[in-house]
């Protein structure tokens, strides 16, 4: 069935213009003048009336699990915060599904389309856990890449000079997990559905070099996306000058894991050489804002790189450093943090520059650019329709600065993805919403903070981190 | 009527608590182990189960009539950006009248019961402004110091270098506007009704010394709050080196403006020295972290002022320089953006320390700490009942952390000023709210954005402070 969007608002070449939108079956179809465009037999017909129509975000980098370890762990560098989220994490495949829905839902609610999950796998169970993902992404019908996080060396040596520390044996070996991997893409890759599975090598702290680049050849072979983290903190700065004696980026550049497809979360710590590395090979930054803040690892060079011509995108990252998994707060703080990196107000963001890299910038990142992230004819009818009326978008004045500088609450009114209608009306279609509250209020996290293994991080960290 | 709130979770003497609460008429008469104080006749009963009861937060430092020019007006430093809020302020009473409406409603269902208005004056209307605030946050029920904007001289003396620029004169001279500050206080100082007057010059930068002296004087001689704007960006830092040769704080305490009920908003660029300054006076910093991130102006030094003593509570700063009036926002950037400026997490705030802040410390830098802030007997009944089964107060982890580093919205279950019941299942009891949702739709604003004012200070502001 068809569906006409009347006279509603959208932001067309940089431009507030008020325009038809006709959406047939899964696509955008046609976007004309206000007006133009009757309405057929058969066609649902919705007003645009103090309305705003806008692709629908993406959610760069996350991890669905960690809903359950929301408001759970204090504030504490990664490297101290990491010990705490592993002891914590759920090991029920039905903590797994519920923690997809949750995001998805957090997700849709805020504006967002699609998501990548940088997925948390249970020891042993990784295809169950993949398995109870992709059932609660398709059971809500939200867009989603799962990468599922993989890493070969044990935890500590992801610390600079953690080699000082115990370490336990990784459960599996790199050619074992690209053998996984492999299986993983075969049973779940399923783009007609709005499934993708991705690459997810956590970061190169805890792969080895076979790890990372066994990764980019199944990158490159099923045309994958490839994530990863990158220099999130000081300490992995510190700890890629120790093990290759040059940048991070440069590393991962001679490996061949940096290409149009690759994302990166984070990359506080990057330089001006390597933005420039970055951007030259077409790779995409996720800027983390709320989680960088959490946990302390400072600011992303976010203008430098959008001067160098970076595409940067926007990330919650999971619930565990992110208290929270609204798109709208991320991008808010992005749009506004680096105004203190920068006194030149002629390179601040702008609220239409930060759509657009909560938009297409976020669908490049996720290699996703041909499908979504663009009300454009052909495109998949991605869409979230705010409305203008609710009193948080009040009063009317510029409603992109009311969006993105406000504090929206409750105002994402309809919701398609691939033209499915998800959301309408500001209620889940999909899922009774009920039965997650429920879930999230009575299955139970295993709480142990503090662990033996946290306080042998912790006094390491002190020593090489803090002295 | 008593109010006996039964084994309701509290935060007593930093820890999470469950006990019993009993209001008697405006105040709090008990607090006593859950399950020991059992229900009389006549006495209201509300049942805790899963609520979390905390003292009102105070919104240390906003501009009510700013509401009006939400979402308007562009991301710019301070000094340009003024130029922007006095060609969009509004002219007419009945619209202070909605702003005053529209900041309480905002406080109230984010936590607070108290705010300090820095209130704009219609030219010529002063008095009929303030009786229309007062109006309006008599009507809503919330607790409000107002300290109306007077300043003796231009808009362009506020700029370093400004005497370059052309001079417009100023409506009253310093002893014009002291013996109108008699009169507000004398008609509208009303503390058994929850109004209270402040002294409210500007800031250094646009007050002769006759002008701050004078409304310490007055502050002094009634008791009243004494707040003012203080080194809130670069350009002002670099002004007092002109004009005083000293530091901005040093000048403010030779005039003797400085003292337990001084209340300070930003104080973004105040230096080691400043702060011992400050914290021996007994001063509060309210620290307005959305407002210095969307003008740019800077990180304040927060975490080196509670070290050195310095009492510092929370503002949101007016909806002109942050597009939401919410006070769990501010407390959550307040407590996250520090991070950035000190990498030892010991000294990284809580959420503990961050609701220390937002109720004790608020109180006292509104000079109402004998009344407010405190889950104490014999304090008055400002309380706030959040629903801790609300979606984004779950999972069931830390209480405390969910509501302070999540986004909790609508959790705001009831709310008491003074033993009044304001809001209750998270609606307002006492006034329409959608007459004023409506009165935000239809009122308009006279938009007159880049006026022949605002690139004059453009072109100044180039020269000076980005070359």
């Known amino acids: 069935m068809q569906t006409l969007i009347q006279s509603v608002l959208t ?248 290409g149009s497809r690759t994302s990166l979360a984070h990359g506080v710590w990057i330089d001006d050489t390597d933005i420039e590395l970055l951007a030259s090979t077409g790779a995409t930054l996720v800027h983390n804002p709320v989680s960088n803040l959490r946990l302390g690892s400072g600011l992303a060079p976010v203008l430098k790189g959008l001067q160098a011509g970076l595409n940067i995108s926007f990330g919650c990252d999971g619930a565990a450093s992110n208290d929270a998994q609204n798109l709208l707060e991320v991008i808010k703080l992005g749009t506004i943090l680096h105004t203190v990196s920068d006194p030149d107000y002629k390179n601040w963001l702008t609220p239409e520059q930060a759509l657009q890299m909560a938009t297409v910038g976020g669908a490049k990142g996720v290699n996703l650019s041909d499908r979504t992230g663009s009300l454009t004819p052909g495109m998949d009818a991605d869409l979230v329709l705010y409305n203008l009326n609710h009193p948080s978008l009040l009063p009317r004045t510029n409603p992109l600065q009311l969006l993105v500088l406000g504090r929206p609450t409750e105002v994402v009114e309809s919701v398609w993805v691939k033209g499915k209608p998800i959301v309408k009306q500001g209620q889940m279609m999909t899922i009774d919403i009920h039965t997650l509250h429920n879930a999230l209020r009575h299955h139970a996290v295993e709480i142990s903070l503090f662990s033996p293994q946290h306080r042998a991080v912790e006094s390491h960290y002190h020593q090489v981190m803090l002295h």
Chains 1, 2 share one sequence.
């Open 11 to 258: 932001l067309q070449h940089n431009r507030l213009q008020t325009v038809d939108v006709l959406l047939d079956d899964e696509q955008i179809h046609t976007i004309a003048p206000a007006g133009t465009l009757s309405p057929l037999p058969q066609q649902q017909v919705i007003s645009g009336q103090d309305k705003l129509l806008l692709p629908g975000f993406v959610n760069g980098h996350t991890h669905s699990s960690q809903v359950w370890q929301r408001g759970l762990i204090p504030q504490l560098p990664l490297e101290l915060w990491l010990a705490n989220v592993f002891d914590s994490t759920p090991q029920q495949v039905e903590q797994f599904y519920w923690g997809a829905v949750s995001t998805a839902v957090d997700t849709l609610l805020s504006g967002g389309t699609c998501l990548m999950d940088h997925a948390y796998l249970i020891p042993g169970q990784e295809r169950e856990t993949i398995d109870a993902l992709v059932r609660g992404y398709q059971d809500v019908g939200i867009r989603a890449v799962i990468a599922p996080l993989i890493q070969d060396l044990p935890f500590t040596a992801g610390l600079p000079s953690g080699c000082l520390l115990p370490q336990s044996s990784s459960p599996r070996s790199a050619s074992q997990w690209l053998d996984l991997m492999e299986i993983l893409i075969a049973e779940f890759h399923d783009p007609d559905c709005g499934i993708y599975i991705g690459l997810g090598p956590t970061g190169f702290h805890r792969c080895s070099d076979e790890l990372l680049q066994g990764c980019a050849e199944l990158s490159d072979r099923h045309q994958l996306c490839y994530h990863t983290h990158l220099l999130e903190t000081r300490a992995q700065h510190q700890l890629a000058q120790e093990r290759y004696g040059i940048s991070a980026v440069e590393h991962l550049y001679q490996l061949g894991c940096l």
